[in-house]
């Protein structure tokens, strides 16, 4: 049985492209579409790499990961955030700086490169 990734995402394509090129490698893909969905399947499985968007709708990336880090049982989960942040920072309330806050173990910028991605998970698994 490969290594476990969950991807959360409220965007559906990005969710089954970067799942299919995951599920290539031999990757086990766990999928959910907002935050609290993330955090129900964290709860039934814990991944051995979280692929977390940023801005998405009932609880977002940020709050997530905050949440995952201060709670004993899933502080060492790594988490990879993705954050349109850049291009949208001026019409958000999402900012650098709170990525910068979070104890993520990487941060890539979309449009997500999937081979960037694919290479951070394989990095941190």
Known sequence: MGKYILIVDDDPDMVETVGIMLESK???VGKAYDG???EESIR???PDVLVLDVMMPRKNGYVLCSELKKNEKTKNIPIILLTA???AVRSTTYSHADGKMTEAEDYISKPVDVQTLVNSIE???
């Open 44 to 46: 039934q499985r814990q």
């Open 123 to 125: 990095r941190l698994v």
């Open 26 to 28: 031999g990757y086990e």
């Open 36 to 38: 609290i969905e993330g």
């Open 85 to 87: 942040v850049g291009e």
